[in-house]
């Protein structure tokens, strides 16, 4: 079946220093890519949209600047968190669908980023 | 605005029938899913309502009602294991873009 591959799974980093966070769609293409973020005990949060091609489309109060996201290829997306923050400690994770299918949705394994 | 709603925690014992309610109002409807989750681990797909009805798979079952903007996830036979949170999302497109309730964290006791 198909896979969202998510790396790295866990990473440790200093205040101030960048992050960079990849989503594969193994056995597919995939044209849009979802990136989400979820803090301790509460639920996901849509960050952005990433679309092949072209231009993330971010959610309301997540800062473009900070949370880069390219999408260069059908099967690559990306997420670089720019000088991080403490605050920026949190669970990342993305999402891919087979295209067409809205209902064939898979999620990557998540990223545990904490920022010291 | 968008809202989904469900309840923050519920406790039952192993064996028992727990139904966990979900309520929304969304600009929109393109389908419902359900997902369990660990801590620190990714959603693990349960289930996924599009027409009204109920969706029985083994241990777990989905209902929707679109006219009344609910559906309720039940989980029979609990065991240990199903101690989780449990993720009401609702999809407005065929891409894939979920809003996500905040989840029911449901305890399972012996």
């Known amino acids: 079946g198909a896979v969202v591959s998510q790396h790295p799974s866990r990473v440790i980093c200093k205040s101030g220093t960048s992050v960079k966070i990849e989503c594969r769609s193994l056995d597919f293409q995939a044209t849009t890519m979802f990136w989400y973020r979820q803090f301790p005990k509460q639920s996901l949060m849509l960050m952005a949209t990433s679309n092949e091609g072209s231009k993330a489309t971010y959610e309301q109060g997540v800062e473009k600047d900070k949370f880069l996201i390219n999408h260069a290829s059908l099967t690559l997306s990306t997420l670089t968190v720019t000088s991080a923050h403490p605050e920026d400690s949190s669970f990342y994770i993305c999402?891919?669908?087979?295209?067409?299918?809205?209902?064939?949705?898979?999620f990557g394994s998540g990223t545990q980023l904490s920022v010291l | 605005g968008q809202n989904i709603d469900q309840p923050t925690e519920m406790t039952a014992t192993e064996g028992a029938i727990v139904q966990i309610n979900c309520t929304y109002q969304t600009s929109g409807f393109n389908g419902l899913f359900w997902y369990q989750q660990h801590a620190g681990e990714a959603p693990t797909f349960l289930s996924y309502?599009?027409?009204?009805g109920l969706e029985e798979k083994g241990r777990f079952s989905s209902f929707l009602s679109r006219s009344k903007g609910y559906s309720y996830l039940l989980l029979k036979e609990l065991q240990m294991k199903d101690s989780a949170s449990y993720l009401c999302?609702?999809?407005?497109?065929?891409?894939?873009?979920?809003?996500f309730g905040a989840g029911t964290q449901v305890v399972v006791t012996p």
């Open positions: 999402s891919a669908v087979l295209p067409g299918q809205g209902s064939s949705l898979f």
């Open positions: 309502n599009v027409l009204d």
């Open positions: 999302a609702v999809t407005t497109d065929s891409w894939g873009k979920l809003q």
